[in-house]
């Protein structure tokens, strides 16, 4: 009975998040401000690779069924209606999109401290670095595509270490024996970084923070200060969530907890990022936030929950960069350790 509201929960957030990052895409390609330049780019990627996440979230519906040196992915998806090898497609996609999109939340967070020190990126060298960062998980999602086993060895081999477990009405795929290379290369490749990468993320807060507090602020924009450093302290949330399916797929993988459920919590952690993902985005940009509040007949001058929105631009009145502020009333200030201004203007949106 809890592996079925677990899948529900499963399908309706995954479903979700294809409505949120749709949306996302849409505000990104029509309604971005001028002064975000080309980190809408990096917004609308993101949008993407989240929806397709999500997308093949619902198409695969898979846990991974640790078994001993055996991994079996066990699915009960659409796929299932299909073949065999279309859910552990869908299966190898989803672990691709959900990677990639780590990599962005990663290279979003270096965007926003590059800013700091040096003037935008052109869109050419954005999307290069973009297409960069983009190896890493190609080469994940091809090695576990290479890997794919015969399903009845695997769901032998997944029967006899997991008697108890039924699995007559879903599709089992997977991997034999997960000492081979291209299996074992394809996912150290996808768990190692997200350590080492969310401690990045939270080292660039901090030097984030302390660009901002090293600052010479004036006393009517101490407000807005304090609104940078609770979006920056939300963003570093997110990366948690990949934590979180990390530490359920080794439990189960080294029997420490042995359970279905817990197998199911590995890609249910995974799909709530790209869930939230569009909604703190859509939140935190003004124009985007605005554009959503119209649309559901709601005056945004009437619901202010950030009364002032600023950005941070590096000598450019015409950067935001946060891409998560809008520019509003005027102020200037410049840092003494760096060089770089925060500029506030008239608001184009407004």
Known sequence: MFLLILSVLHTVLAFLGIIFNAIFVYLTVFYSPKSIGTFSILLTVRGWVDGFACLFDIFSQSRPIPSGLTLGIASTGICKYLNDWSCFLGYGLQLHFHSFSFHLLILCFLFRYYVLLERYPKSKQLIFIIVLIY????????FVLIDNNKP???????????????????????HVDLRDFPCLFSYLLMLIPIIPGCILIHVLRRKIHSKLRNAILRPEIREKHRQLTLALTVQTVIPVAFV?????????????????????????FAVIVPVINPLL??????????????????DPKEWQFMSRDCSVAPGDASSSMFGSFDNSSVASVTSMTSKFTMTQEINPFE
């Open 135 to 142: 190896f890493p998980s190609f080469f994940q999602v091809l």
């Open 152 to 174: 009845e060895d695997v769901r032998l081999l997944v029967q006899i270490h997991h008697p108890d477990y039924q699995l007559k009405d879903v599709v089992v795929n997977g």
């Open 244 to 268: 979180f399916s990390t530490i359920s797929f080794l439990l189960s993988q080294t029997k420490l907890i042995e359970s279905p459920v817990m197998e199911s919590f590995t890609l249910l």
């Open 281 to 298: 985005s859509i939140a935190l940009i003004k124009p985007y936030r605005d554009t959503v509040m119209r649309a559901v007949g709601l």
